[in-house]
């Protein structure tokens, strides 16, 4: 892959060096990177091999659990060994040595609206690549930061993880448990299984994953990776929750033929139904999770309100 150089510049020094600037190109991935300056600043070193360094608008690691040394750049592996071989097609490491800087102007600002500072990388993004290549929308590295995510959290020693569906939820989950620290609430969006599967792996002992009635649908039909394209809400299975909660046989027809999940939440409020229904959705919910975690892992569900803001019902630990 091939990508156009915005600006290289020649230094004749001392020291000499020499800085080139490569500018991201997201495509359609909504990336806050988007547009920003990846730039690369190297010069000698009297020792051989290669120091590779961060610079402004690149953060700095400070908590464990990222697979990078505390106090170091941001900068994973795979792009590091990227570095080190294209440095290393110019020169022989063995025998000279240079220093790398990798640094994004304005990296600080884009790092406020990424989830850098709750697993402890300050003062700037990360620099994460696979293979330099932008896919629209890559699931996969949305998956890959919420399994990282709970590697964090699992390395400052905590047992506790909080699935949250979004920003919403989580300002919910956070009202619900307000005593556990901000690492412990990892957004997974659509992926709660694959957070599920790296809590096991972690040897936490409790998942408590928040949400709305859609999603909340979705995990109780069995359904793990929520995205609306790959998985619908199972309108029969609400029905039958109707039914089992004491509904009428009208609110059981109308629950079953409702456009959307948040639709028979309101079907359920209005027919003050809400509480017993979301309970028992809520205890499927927790079955489904059990089972794919194991007896190992206690799982706690909480079904909160459209706005985010109130827990309208529960597997059972908690009352609203």
Not at 28 to 52: F, I, K, N
Not at 293 to 315: H, K, L, N, P, R
Request: net charge neutral; with cysteine.
């Amino acid at each position: 892959v091939g990508f156009a150089v915005a600006r290289c510049e020649l230094t004749a020094g001392p020291p000499t060096r020499v800085e080139a600037v490569v500018v991201k190109d997201a495509g359609d991935d909504p990336d806050v990177t988007h547009g920003a300056e990846l730039t690369a600043t190297v010069q000698w070193r009297s020792e051989p091999g290669l120091l590779l360094a961060g610079g402004a608008g690149v953060g700095t690691v400070t908590k464990p659990g990222l697979g990078l040394p505390v106090g170091g750049p941001a900068i994973n592996d795979t792009p590091r060994r990227m570095i080190t071989a294209a440095v290393g097609e110019l020169i022989d490491l063995d025998a000279v040595g240079v220093r790398v800087v990798i640094s994004v102007p304005r990296g600080e600002i884009m790092a406020r609206k990424t989830t850098n500072r709750r697993l402890g990388i300050v003062g700037g993004i990360s620099i994460l690549g696979t293979t330099g290549i932008v896919r629209p929308f890559s699931t996969a590295s949305w998956r890959a930061s919420v399994v990282q995510a709970v590697h964090v959290m699992a390395a400052q020693g905590e047992r506790t993880v909080v699935l949250c569906t979004g920003g919403r939820t989580e300002r919910a989950a956070r009202t619900l448990l307000p005593d556990l620290p901000e690492v412990c609430f990892v957004e997974v969006g659509d992926f709660t299984g694959a957070a599920v599967k790296a809590a096991v792996a972690d040897g936490l002992t409790r998942v408590v994953f928040v949400g709305m009635a859609g999603k909340l649908a979705k995990l109780a039909a069995g359904v793990l990776m929520t995205h609306y394209t790959r998985s619908k809400v199972d309108l029969s299975l609400l029905g039958a929750v109707t039914a089992e909660a004491g509904g009428t046989p009208e609110l059981v027809a109308a629950v079953t033929e409702a456009n959307t999940g948040r639709h028979a939440y309101e079907l359920w409020e209005a027919a003050g139904l809400l509480r017993p229904a979301g309970d028992l959705l809520c205890r499927r919910v927790r079955q489904v999770l059990r089972r794919f975690a194991g007896e190992a892992v206690d799982v706690d569900v909480a079904m909160v309100d459209f706005a985010g803001s109130t827990v309208v019902a529960s597997s059972g630990r908690w009352d609203g």
